[in-house]
């Protein structure tokens, strides 16, 4: 019975086999050692594909839409012209994997290992890309718009002619990419700057740390004529612009910051795919140990570059982790700024209170007063009716308040009675 199993998924088209279950699919890959299995225009959409060894498989052209491909194996693969759309390619493996002009729209390749990768044309708009390996990628062409490249590793990639606009790359480490165009393009620094979206418009030249720095100067400088603008603070615009100097906002000195440290040295040395047969003692030459150790050195080289993938996701984290930490310590700091304000408002509005009344009963204290006096003493000279009026004001004051009060405000006119 499992020979006649095992004839027909010898017999049964790539396809087939793999929608039985990545189980199935990786055991019948590692039975017979299909190269390059054929999935082209294959329909894998909302299929669940996490762990499936698919490298070296041709997908050209296939739909993959919502795909689950967590930890999938796609080294060296075709998906030129494929469909991705909603994709889960977190920690997959992507080595020299061909997804020219394929449609990536919201994909996450959240800490995956896209060395060598070729995204030429492809559509990553909203794309995560988050703490991923991006060492010597093409993203020619690509439309990288709103994409997170936070933390990234761009090591030596080539992004001219890319669209940039919206995209985070926030601690990416750039050194060595290519980013020459002529296209325009908005870059946010940090997903909690959304209103410091600055346009860069990229030059011919390679984009270095000292140049980076200097884009940042005039663009901050921009940034805070406007927002004088904005506000209203003319006086404070003609100054600033008559030669006040702004420093590097912080999110700018981060990057240069991430620019100068995150930059490992990354080996050219590339593991051989597959394993080196071995060869029967009867014919061990100095060729077979020259094989052998060729092959250790190959392990070893794979085992430095995983540790340093490792490496660039702790340090990704550690970042995270203190960007969140920084977030709720400013939000704290303005709640409690909020509500200081709050209670001297309420202070502010107490006292207004407190004045009125004080005023009312001043002024009926002393309307009180001269109707006394008037009809009392209705034929006082001026001088005497001031002096009756204020004495007797007084008086009252002081036991509706309990204190003295001196009035220096005009007393009412003589009340003439009918």
């Known amino acids: 019975m499992a020979a006649e199993t095992q004839n027909s998924l010898d017999n049964s088209p790539p396809i087939d086999i793999l929608l039985q279950g990545v ?17 082209r225009n294959a329909n894998l959409s909302g299929a669940n594909l996490s762990g499936a060894d698919l490298h070296g498989a041709d997908l050209t052209g296939a739909l993959l839409l919502q795909a689950n491909l967590i930890g999938a194996y796609l080294s060296d693969a075709k998906l030129i012209d ?11 493996t992507l ?47 690509a439309n990288l718009r709103g994409a997170s490249l936070r933390g990234a590793n761009l090591f030596g990639a080539n992004l001219r002619d890319a669209n940039l606009t919206n995209a985070d790359i926030f601690g990416a480490n750039l050194n060595g990419a290519s980013l020459s165009s002529s296209v325009e393009s908005e870059v946010v620094l940090g997903a909690e700057q959304q209103k410091s979206v600055l ?5 011919k030249e390679p984009l270095t740390t000292r140049s980076l720095t200097q884009v940042f100067s005039a663009l901050s400088d921009l940034h805070a004529q406007f927002w004088f603008l904005k506000e209203g603070r003319y006086d404070d615009f003609v100054n600033f612009s008559e030669g006040v100097l702004l420093e590097l906002p912080e999110e700018a000195e981060l990057v240069i910051s991430g620019l100068r440290k995150n930059s490992p040295t990354e080996s050219d040395f590339e593991p051989k795919e597959g394993t080196i047969r071995a060869i029967t003692s009867a014919v061990e030459t100095a060729y077979t140990l020259a094989e052998k150790k060729r092959h250790l050195k190959a392990e070893t080289d794979a085992f430095i570059e995983k540790a340093k993938d490792e490496h660039l996701k702790s340090e990704a984290d550690l970042r995270h982790t203190n960007e969140l930490a920084e977030i709720q310590r400013e939000r704290e700091k303005i709640t409690a700024e909020k509500e200081a304000l709050q209670r001297e408002r309420e202070a502010l509005e107490l006292q ?20 006394t006096v008037d009809r009392l003493s209705p034929n006082l000279s001026a ?27 005009p007393l009412p006119a003589y009340r003439t009675s009918n």
């Open 23 to 39: 189980e199935m699919w990786n055991e019948w890959r590692e039975q017979t050692g299909a190269e390059a299995p054929d999935l």
């Open 383 to 409: 001088s005497k009716r001031e002096k009756a009026i204020r004495l007797l004001a007084q008086n009252l004051l002081k036991l509706y308040l309990g204190e003295d009060i001196e009035l220096v405000r």
């Open 352 to 371: 207004r209170e407190r004045a009125k009344v004080r005023s009312e009963i001043i002024n009926k204290a002393t309307e009180d007063a001269a109707s």
């Open 199 to 203: 346009t860069i418009r990229l030059t």
């Open 82 to 92: 494929a469909h991705l759309d909603s994709a889960d390619l977190r920690d997959a």
């Open 95 to 141: 080595r020299r994997t061909d997804l020219s002009n394929a449609r990536l729209r919201k994909a996450d390749f959240g800490d995956a290992i896209l060395r060598l990768a070729n995204l030429r044309g492809a559509n990553l708009i909203d794309a995560n890309l988050r703490g991923a390996n991006l060492t010597e990628a093409s993203f020619v062409g």
